[in-house]
């Protein structure tokens, strides 16, 4: 329930009601931390962590960041919380804004989290339309934005970046600085040139970690009519929800995909997430009609032994009738008559629409303890 903890907690409390006490004293008892502390430094620029260590140690809101810090995000929920449902969903919503639950390190994710509730929002009229006001702002701002043609060479002159070099030939060149926003291995191997670097600094580009768990296949959903969850008979509020997750029973399913995704094999369950944009936005659907889309975490590298890569390419339409038929064991109206189109889209699509997601990873990098904050993408 967003910013209402009581109402989170008495949900939580029909599993168990240890649990709801604990989400709530966690809330409360963080909130502070999570606002001044947390949030804070995701938008500051980061500092190397022994400096951050000393800071933090010298104030009580910095023991309750550092009281967690060393963990895992696994080992906090479990630590915190007794019903494997509430440490699946809890953990479930870490997971899917990239934090690694197994990777040290991460765990202040967590009372941060719970401190400060889910707040989904999105674009009026979609976010294809975001992008194309974000275009004008900056455009307005007097900035000249070249569009449909990719940077293939950063310049470098006596050991600095200078300029560019577009697929069309022309070059930009650089009066400050040059912003690239493609992941490290395009930025340094391949745009700068492995040459151009000292050779224990290329070693480090090259070893730079993709997770295997923020890529997703999203199922899109052109429908009739909205979905109604059979859910709505145990708790009416799940038909005005925004955020939907169907198919996540516990913290043993988010064990069985990192599984999955570290073997580099399609999931053997579904948990599907999203929501239905046009319910609550109708300008995104004719009227009276609606749009879906929902995530499945799915490696986009699979392994050779499912077939590698490419095999998305051929099971893409099988997959999206899977993540139909598994998303209508939990709707009272997704039907045959109810879909009036229906598209997937996998994490390989995703790649070759926005090349830096290597292999559809949404973070651009494993968001690890060694590739977050001040080490992201590295200490350098």
Not at 43 to 65: M, N, Q, T, V, W
Not at 85 to 90: N, T
Not at 164 to 170: C, F, K, L
Request: proline share 6%.
């Amino acid at each position: 329930y967003a910013n209402e903890p009581e109402k989170t907690a008495a949900s939580i409390g029909r599993f168990s009601p240890n649990d709801a006490q604990t989400f709530l004293e966690v809330n409360k008892k963080y909130a502070r931390m999570a606002r001044e502390i947390f949030f804070l430094e995701l938008y500051s620029p980061p500092i190397p962590f022994e400096k951050k260590k000393a800071l933090l140690e010298r104030s009580d809101l910095g023991h309750l960041y550092l009281e967690w810090q060393p963990y895992t995000i696994e080992e906090v929920v479990t630590r915190l919380f007794e019903h494997d449902a509430v440490r699946g969903l809890i953990t479930f919503l870490s997971v899917i804004r990239g934090y690694e639950m197994d990777a040290k390190g991460m765990g202040m994710v967590i009372p941060a989290a719970i401190a400060s509730g889910v707040n989904t929002q999105m674009s009026r009229g979609s976010s294809h339309k975001l992008a194309h006001t974000l275009n004008r702002m900056v455009v307005k701002a007097g900035a000249d934005v070249s569009e449909g043609q990719g940077v293939v060479k950063i310049l470098v002159e006596r050991g600095r970046a200078a300029g560019v070099r577009t697929a069309d030939g022309r070059e930009f060149r650089a009066r400050k600085f040059i912003v690239s926003s493609v992941n490290p291995q395009q930025t340094f191997l391949e745009l700068v040139g492995g040459e151009q670097l000292a050779p224990e600094f290329a070693r480090k580009v090259e070893r730079f970690k993709y997770s295997n768990t923020t890529p997703l296949f999203t199922l899109h959903l052109a429908l009739n009519e909205r979905l109604y969850w059979k859910a709505a008979d145990y708790d009416p509020d799940v038909n005005r929800a925004f955020y939907l997750i169907a198919g996540l029973e516990g913290l043993h399913d988010l064990r069985e995909i990192y599984s999955d995704c570290a073997d580099r094999r399609l999931p053997r369950s579904l948990q599907l997430l999203g929501a239905l944009p046009a319910q609550h936005d109708p300008t995104q659907a004719p009227p009276g009609k609606c749009t879906g889309f929902f995530w499945q975490i799915a490696p986009g590298n699979l392994g050779e032994a499912e077939g590698g890569r490419e095999r998305w390419d051929r099971i893409r339409d099988e997959f999206a009738e899977r993540c139909v038929a598994h998303l209508a064991h939990y709707a009272t109206n997704l039907t045959p008559a109810n879909i009036v189109d229906r598209f997937g889209l996998t994490p390989i699509d995703v790649e070759r629409h926005l090349p830096n997601m290597h292999g559809g990873d949404i973070v651009c990098g494993e968001m690890n303890e060694n590739q977050v904050l001040d080490r992201r993408p590295f200490p350098e």
